[in-house]
């Protein structure tokens, strides 16, 4: 029997990269297929949901969501570790898997779809990997459709008239933030990825490949370029930090990012859900931010708050997260 994993996904897709690079990190034997119309039928045979990455195991079963994907692999295959040994940090990197994942992705999604010439460039390369082989006249026309159906969706990540400034003040902020934490480690929790670099990565990579993000990128934040770049094949070139170490540049983001627009967002978000609300509004530190609720988000609100349940000693943690205005919105048993 092979030991080959096939990954089902394309490179326009920030969860598909996440799961590839985690792939690449660990050494795992896969094949990246393309999902495109020759590769669709093969696809369907796995993915329960029309939603890529589908990854396929040695044995023929299928694995959707990109966090229960790495979270299976990861028990099979533990060597090199994503998870730091310090608590404090292991948890802060779980929470910034799940930021990027879902805060991070109204970054990549609203630039991607906000401005013409994002359109133009993302419209044209998904149509380009779903149809590969059309003439010039016909990747036109199904790029002009891919960009009117997917502006059509932007208000299910929160992206709207309202929310547009919000989202590219976040972007822009988090980005300096990133920067400075950056500039003198490989990645995010010292000289070794971690479960919250993938998350985080996939998002920012894909703003990278889109003009107006890209361009941020390329003129504001070097260090985050040279992470972006680490990042397609990750290595671990040393240790993990403790939390003492990364809290001078950490800290900050968790406060003016995590704790002040995501978690406050994702907590509304599963109460508009429970409550069986077709839309809703939540005081952010940004402003008011109004949308329709996101369901998969409550589950994984829900399962970052098992996480943090099940930490053995949280007294640090607690400390960690109280300082920094996470502790609220995290701490329901």
């Known amino acids: 029997m092979s030991d080959v994993h096939r990954i089902f996904g394309a490179e326009v897709s920030p969860y598909s990269i996440k799961v590839r690079s985690y792939f690449r990190f660990k050494g795992i034997p896969h094949e990246w297929i393309i999902r495109s119309s020759a590769t669709q039928e093969e696809f369907e045979k796995y993915a329960k949901l029309p939603l890529i990455p589908v990854v396929v195991t040695p044995t023929g079963e299928g694995l959707q969501d990109s966090t229960p994907i790495i979270e299976t692999l990861e028990a099979q295959f533990p060597d090199p570790t994503i998870h730091p040994p310090d608590p404090v940090a292991a948890f802060v990197s779980a929470l910034l898997e799940e930021f990027g994942d879902e805060w991070g992705n109204k970054w990549m999604f609203h630039y991607r779809w906000a401005r013409d010439a994002d359109c133009r460039s993302a419209g044209g390369r998904i149509a380009r990997t779903m149809m590969p082989g059309l003439e010039d006249a016909q990747y036109e026309g199904m790029s002009a459709g891919i960009v009117e159906r997917m502006k059509s969706r ?4 929160g992206s709207s008239e309202q929310t547009a400034p919000q989202i590219e003040q976040s972007f822009k902020d988090g980005l300096a933030q990133l920067e400075r934490h ?12 971690a479960f919250g670099d993938f998350g985080m990565w996939g998002q920012l990579y894909n703003a990278w490949t889109d003009p107006t993000a890209g361009a941020i990128i390329e003129a504001d934040a070097p260090n985050v370029k040279g992470w972006l770049e680490r990042m397609l094949d990750p290595k671990a070139e040393g240790d993990f930090e403790s939390w003492s170490t990364l809290e001078p540049t950490l800290a900050p983001f968790l406060e003016q990012q995590v704790a002040a627009l995501f978690l406050p967002w994702s907590v509304a978000n599963a ?3 429970a ?6 509004s939540v005081e952010l530190a940004s402003g008011t931010w109004t949308q329709k609720p996101q369901k998969y988000h409550a589950r994984s ?6 996480r943090y349940a099940a930490v053995a000693d949280r007294s640090v943690l607690d400390s960690v ?4 205005g996470c ?3 995290i701490a329901v048993i």
């Open 154 to 157: 932007v208000g299910f990540v």
């Open 182 to 193: 950056l500039a003198d480690r490989a990645y995010l929790f010292g000289a070794t990825p």
């Open 271 to 273: 109460d508009a859900i």
């Open 275 to 280: 409550g069986g609300s077709e839309e809703f």
């Open 301 to 306: 609100l829900g399962k970052l708050r098992e």
């Open 321 to 324: 997260l109280e300082k920094t």
């Open 327 to 329: 502790l609220r919105w």
